[in-house]
């Protein structure tokens, strides 16, 4: 009977990494495309290194790592494998929770951040047109203009701001409100689902530990040490 939930323990924790590893290898493609395809540097230029692109190529690296050492450690019932991806498992959930933890504390602090970043991306997208589609995607994609108005262009409007192409004049406008405006509300809206996403992932995160740990006590019991 002990056998059998052990087995059962096994493939399921084999068969949740596969799964994590597809999704790992997805975003990590996804992040590629954009990197390739979309500069958004144009945005935030002081914060290069955080921008999506490489925020999803990290990620996709660590989920596809993790993925395989918990899917090889469990397939193959190794023991040296099943405690690293516990350990790698455990750090990346402490660095989840203090990141999740700094940023309500420091919640005003990285608001004024991004606010100083968008103007300082805004100012180099006006005298750079080549790194106008990053702006453009943004407005379209929340019907916003500039940072916190349409006036933050001066007198060169990008095309996103208006109900018809080409502008023509103020009148043209459709996008009344900065952008800022609306991805604080974007954020406000999207905050239980991020919330309840942490959440959710932190409990996979300890169901995967504590897998890992079952099967690893079964191999010390059974003598199999780290054989392959």
């Given at each position: 009977m002990a056998q059998g939930c052990l087995k059962c323990l096994k493939?399921?924790?084999c068969v949740a990494n596969f799964l994590c590893f597809v999704c790992g290898v997805a975003v990590l493609s996804f992040g590629v495309y954009l990197m390739v395809n979309s500069n958004f540097t144009a945005l935030t230029p002081s914060l290069a290194s955080l921008n999506i692109p490489s925020m999803l190529l990290i990620s996709g690296i660590i989920i596809t790592?993790?993925?395989?050492?918990?899917?090889?450690?469990?397939?193959?019932?190794?023991?040296?494998?099943?405690?690293?991806?516990?350990?790698?498992?455990?750090?990346?959930?402490?660095?989840?929770?203090?990141?999740?933890?700094?940023?309500?504390?420091?919640?005003?602090e990285i608001g004024?951040?991004?606010?100083?970043?968008?103007?300082?991306?805004l100012k180099s997208a006006r005298n750079n047109e080549t790194k106008m589609s990053d702006w453009?995607?943004?407005?379209?994609?929340?019907?916003?203009?500039?940072?916190?108005?349409?006036?933050d262009w001066g007198n060169k409007i990008p095309e996103s701001c208006c109900v018809e192409t080409?502008?023509?004049?103020?009148?043209?406008?459709?996008?009344?409100?900065?952008?800022?405006?609306?991805?604080?509300?974007?954020?406000?809206?999207n905050f239980l689902t991020t919330g309840i996403a942490v959440i959710v992932l932190c409990i996979i995160e300890v169901l995967g530990m504590c897998f890992a740990m079952t099967i690893f006590c079964h191999i010390s019991r059974s003598g199999l040490g780290y054989k392959l």
């Amino acid at each position: 009977m002990a056998q059998g939930c052990l087995k059962c323990l096994k493939y399921t924790m084999c068969v949740a990494n596969f799964l994590c590893f597809v999704c790992g290898v997805a975003v990590l493609s996804f992040g590629v495309y954009l990197m390739v395809n979309s500069n958004f540097t144009a945005l935030t230029p002081s914060l290069a290194s955080l921008n999506i692109p490489s925020m999803l190529l990290i990620s996709g690296i660590i989920i596809t790592c993790v993925s395989f050492l918990g899917f090889l450690g469990a397939l193959k019932e190794n023991r040296c494998l099943l405690m690293t991806f516990f350990l790698v498992i455990f750090i990346l959930m402490l660095v989840e929770l203090t990141a999740a933890c700094l940023m309500l504390i420091y919640e005003a602090e990285i608001g004024d951040i991004v606010t100083k970043d968008l103007n300082k991306g805004l100012k180099s997208a006006r005298n750079n047109e080549t790194k106008m589609s990053d702006w453009d995607i943004v407005q379209n994609t929340f019907k916003c203009c500039g940072v916190y108005n349409v006036s933050d262009w001066g007198n060169k409007i990008p095309e996103s701001c208006c109900v018809e192409t080409p502008c023509s004049s103020r009148h043209d406008l459709e996008y009344k409100e900065g952008c800022l405006k609306k991805l604080k509300e974007w954020f406000e809206e999207n905050f239980l689902t991020t919330g309840i996403a942490v959440i959710v992932l932190c409990i996979i995160e300890v169901l995967g530990m504590c897998f890992a740990m079952t099967i690893f006590c079964h191999i010390s019991r059974s003598g199999l040490g780290y054989k392959l």
